[in-house]
């Protein structure tokens, strides 16, 4: 009985030390936030000259993380990557121009959305396409970045065309340019940018040709809904004060100009 006791009170410090050490590993992650995305989309998410995240999601996450009291960490993962690190805890949200949808809803959570776009087509000047239509025939080639929405609504809506598949939107962009692939089907900014880079064997299609417009948010788990609720009250704030018209001025200045001449509705 003695030496039963000896050894529990030997064992009680230990108890204690473990515990503490438990409650400040604790504490030290309630003050940070990780934030996933794929540095891959610029001038949202990318990385400067020095290979430190950047762009306007990257500011965003700062704001949000400021507003928190708490260090921001970004997560640059790839974008099949994204919403598995989420479910698992390797991060507390997504901010990569994550657009809302059905399918994604049913596993994760959504904040409100912080911006708007429509799918936009990036098409060979020599492949006698100016529509949607024009795409959906037989032997046209249209080329869509793998789990996108382009793809999504290829696979939901283009019968008639070859569609080919691609993990990387810069091979998408090059199936377009060397005349492999009459068209790319993607969010209107990427288009605009492309289209930029390749004037000489290109065209932007930019008017939205789907019936609704697709919302971005901020992606989270789903019984984080504390969380939930701080974020959506940042962002109707950053909407109230001009945050968002600030990122634009910023960031994509030139793609304003264009979709304002084109009577278009902007992103912000």
Same mark, same amino acid.
């Given at each position: 009985m003695k030496r039963l006791l000896l050894i529990l009170l030997l064992a009680i410090p230990f108890l204690f030390i473990a515990c503490s050490d438990s409650t400040k590993?604790? $504490? #030290? =992650?309630?003050? %940070?936030?990780? %934030?996933?995305? #794929?540095? @891959? +989309?610029?001038?949202? #998410?990318?990385?400067?000259? =020095?290979?430190?995240?950047?762009?306007?999601s990257v500011d965003l996450a700062k704001m949000i993380a400021r507003s928190m009291n708490k260090e921001l960490v970004i997560e640059n993962i790839a974008w099949d990557?994204?919403?598995?690190?989420?479910?698992?805890?390797? %991060?507390?949200?997504?901010?990569?121009?994550?657009?809302?949808?059905? #399918?994604?809803?049913?596993?994760?959570?959504?904040?409100?959305?912080?911006?708007?776009?429509?799918? @936009?087509?990036?098409? *060979?000047?020599?492949? *006698?396409?100016?529509?949607?239509?024009?795409?959906?025939?037989?032997?046209?080639? /249209?080329?869509?970045?793998?789990?996108?929405?382009?793809?999504? +609504?290829?696979?939901? *809506?283009? $019968?008639?065309? *070859? %569609?080919? /598949?691609?993990?990387? =939107?810069?091979?998408? /962009?090059?199936?377009? /340019?060397?005349?492999?692939?009459?068209?790319?089907?993607?969010?209107?900014?990427?288009?605009?940018?492309?289209?930029?880079?390749? $004037?000489?064997?290109?065209?932007a299609l930019l008017k939205p040709f789907q019936k609704d417009f697709e919302y971005w948010a901020i992606a989270l788990r789903k019984d984080d809904t504390k969380l939930k609720s701080k974020v959506d009250e940042f962002i109707q704030k950053a909407k109230d004060d001009g945050t968002f018209d600030d990122f634009a001025y910023k960031y994509l200045a030139g793609a304003k100009k264009t979709f304002d001449e084109l009577n278009i509705p902007f992103f912000f």
């Amino acid at each position: 009985m003695k030496r039963l006791l000896l050894i529990l009170l030997l064992a009680i410090p230990f108890l204690f030390i473990a515990c503490s050490d438990s409650t400040k590993q604790s $504490k #030290e =992650e309630n003050k %940070v936030l990780k %934030v996933g995305m #794929e540095l @891959a +989309y610029p001038p949202f #998410e990318m990385s400067d000259k =020095e290979g430190k995240p950047t762009g306007v999601s990257v500011d965003l996450a700062k704001m949000i993380a400021r507003s928190m009291n708490k260090e921001l960490v970004i997560e640059n993962i790839a974008w099949d990557g994204l919403i598995p690190s989420l479910k698992t805890g390797k %991060v507390d949200m997504i901010i990569s121009s994550m657009t809302i949808t059905k #399918e994604r809803e049913k596993s994760i959570s959504f904040s409100i959305p912080y911006a708007k776009s429509a799918l @936009a087509i990036l098409a *060979n000047k020599d492949s *006698n396409v100016s529509s949607i239509d024009d795409l959906d025939k037989m032997g046209k080639t /249209v080329a869509v970045k793998k789990g996108s929405t382009g793809h999504i +609504y290829a696979q939901q *809506n283009l $019968k008639n065309a *070859n %569609v080919l /598949v691609f993990d990387k =939107e810069s091979a998408c /962009v090059l199936e377009v /340019v060397q005349g492999k692939a009459d068209g790319f089907l993607y969010d209107q900014l990427t288009i605009y940018r492309n289209n930029i880079k390749h $004037k000489d064997t290109t065209i932007a299609l930019l008017k939205p040709f789907q019936k609704d417009f697709e919302y971005w948010a901020i992606a989270l788990r789903k019984d984080d809904t504390k969380l939930k609720s701080k974020v959506d009250e940042f962002i109707q704030k950053a909407k109230d004060d001009g945050t968002f018209d600030d990122f634009a001025y910023k960031y994509l200045a030139g793609a304003k100009k264009t979709f304002d001449e084109l009577n278009i509705p902007f992103f912000f």
